[in-house]
């Protein structure tokens, strides 16, 4: 996708699409070096380091956040632990289930992979969306932490390279690695337009939302129906069975992504309204 592929009255301004001009070849770099070391994958190194980051700063902005606001110091420590305890704890339950391999097919009755997408978005997206103090939050926080948060989305760039090693289903893997690549890039022009303060800008950044769910939509329907279970349609050529750690991406970074996609898109709501 290019700027070319958004109308002409919701597309980024050029400058902002000079931050690709960084992220594309450190992106590539990437895909060689797990291309060409897979143990570097492997070992999780990748994606312990850039979900403790994602962690660590979504811990530090929603902090930033809150002092912007004009609650009360104690309102501000009440609101920060009501977000991060629970959201932590739920990190901790995915990365232990996911190296005692809790989530594999199989292992119990119940479809653990496609309950531990969906139990948290079902939980997670009506508290944050009618919360009257996150919306406070979302009022003091630019629009542009939101979206540039989601860089990280090129790591999904991994499911590309295990298609090429033959480890991973082509009817999954090229789409969902594709449109979590696309994400990742066009997060850098999407907040640099949204930086401008422009109805414009604005317009690009819901887009870009619009995107990352409609990649996390097909992500998500290709991965159930072709993972071996009750819902599989379809048989790939490579058996579709995630494992640790690459099995932390579905478990906790797809549901992750998706409230903050949801947050993204009622701070810009907030902000088309107050326009």
Known sequence: MTAAAFPADLA???SAWRGLLWIVPLTGLYMVLIDWQPLIRASGVPTTAHQLTAHALIALGLWLGLESTDLTPEQRRTTWLAVMIPYTLWFAVAWSAAIN???????SALPALPLAIFLPVIIGVPLLLRSKRI?????AMPATWLVALQIYRVFGSWFLVAWLHGSAPGVLALPAGTGDVLT???????ALAVATGTAQGRRAAIMWNIFGLVDFA???????ITTPGRFQLVVPDVT?????????TPAFVVPSSILLHALSLRQLRRRSRAA
């Open 240 to 248: 579709n069975a995630i494992v640790y750690p690459d099995v932390l």
């Open 184 to 190: 990742g890039l066009l997060a850098v022009p999407a």
């Open 101 to 107: 391999g809790a989530l594999r097919p199989g292992v």
């Open 218 to 224: 097909v992500a998500i329907s290709l991965g159930i």
């Open 135 to 139: 919306g406070q939050v979302l009022d």
């Open 12 to 14: 980024p301004p050029r």
